[in-house]
């Protein structure tokens, strides 16, 4: 990747890695599927403002509009909807780090959808190596309660896998157009669930600290980080755009540690070291330098 992809990569898990803690914030008051839709509708409306302001042209054709929809689903409510579920069980910390495995899907994912990024054997060691560390973290959670919640988060991951490669087609429409669409046809997948099961005007106004998170999940987690990803997409590729999820526990531990009074275990920083090792054998540079 060039100077400015690792520069996106470095300020996406940032934003991303940000967006454990203001769940985290959130969850204890609110329920799921309205923070969820909170964050994706926000971030659709701002969005809707700016695209206009530096003249970046809206999605167009139902075609486009239906393959927005496929990654507003995959990308946005699903994931958004299975971490915030399993934040009420687990830390933002482990959530983030299980969300880490997303380049492992990815590199799976990838071989059986495309021609161009097809799995290796470092590769599939690779894979081998980070799902040993997920077996690790969980270890000491099976047939606990919280064994489901880290279920529910390997399962967005590899929802956002498949979207990953599914937003490959969107290379040539400018990123913000993109983030627009899928958010905003997540919004409206989510609205009429939203007013059915949650009924969002029956629930306490939540105080201002709750309200700033979801401002800061849907603008800067959201609105700024999607603008990143699908730009990251178009000069990088969807595998490497991936891996963005390993860098985003950094962020997301240290601010549930300080600021949530989280803890984070031994066996999940084990756990995190073989993901890292299978991230790197994955990527290769480490084994092409020490060949060279």
């Not at 071989?111 to 077996?135: M, N």
Request: hydrophobic fraction near 60%.
């Amino acid at each position: 990747m060039s100077g400015p992809d690792w520069l996106r990569l470095i300020v996406l898990s940032v934003l991303w890695g940000g967006s454990f803690f203001f769940v985290g914030v959130t969850v204890p008051v609110l329920p799921p599927l309205t923070i969820v839709l909170a964050r994706v509708g926000l971030a659709a409306l701002v969005l809707a403002g700016v695209l206009p302001l530096i003249r970046v042209p809206w999605p167009k054709g139902w075609r486009v509009w239906a393959a927005l929809a496929v990654m507003g689903f995959f990308n946005n409510v699903v994931p958004f909807t299975l971490f915030v579920v399993a934040q009420g069980q687990i830390s933002s910390g482990l959530a983030s780090i299980l969300n880490a495995t997303t380049p492992l899907w990815g590199v799976v994912v990838a071989h059986l959808a495309t021609r161009d990024e097809r799995l290796s054997w470092p590769k599939a060691l690779g894979v081998l190596a980070g799902f040993a560390g997920v077996a690790v973290m969980m270890g000491g959670a099976w047939g606990s309660g919280t064994v489901l919640a880290q279920a529910a988060c390997l399962g967005a991951a590899l929802s956002y896998a498949l979207a990953g490669v599914w937003g490959r087609r969107f290379r040539g429409m400018p990123p913000l157009s993109a983030a627009f669409g899928q958010v905003s046809c997540a919004a409206l997948m989510l609205l009429p669930v939203v007013l059915v099961v949650d009924q969002p005007w029956t629930l306490p106004m939540p105080g201002w600290p709750v309200l700033a998170a979801l401002v800061g999940l849907a603008v800067l987690s959201t609105a700024l980080a999607y603008q990143l990803y699908f730009g990251l997409i178009a000069s990088a590729g969807a595998v490497n755009a991936f891996l963005v999820t390993f860098l985003i526990p950094v962020s997301a531990i240290a601010l549930g540690v300080l600021v949530l009074g989280e803890t984070l275990l031994a066996r999940q920083v084990a756990g995190m070291a073989l993901i890292a090792l299978g991230l790197a054998v994955i990527d290769g540079r480490i084994w092409r330098r020490l060949r060279g």
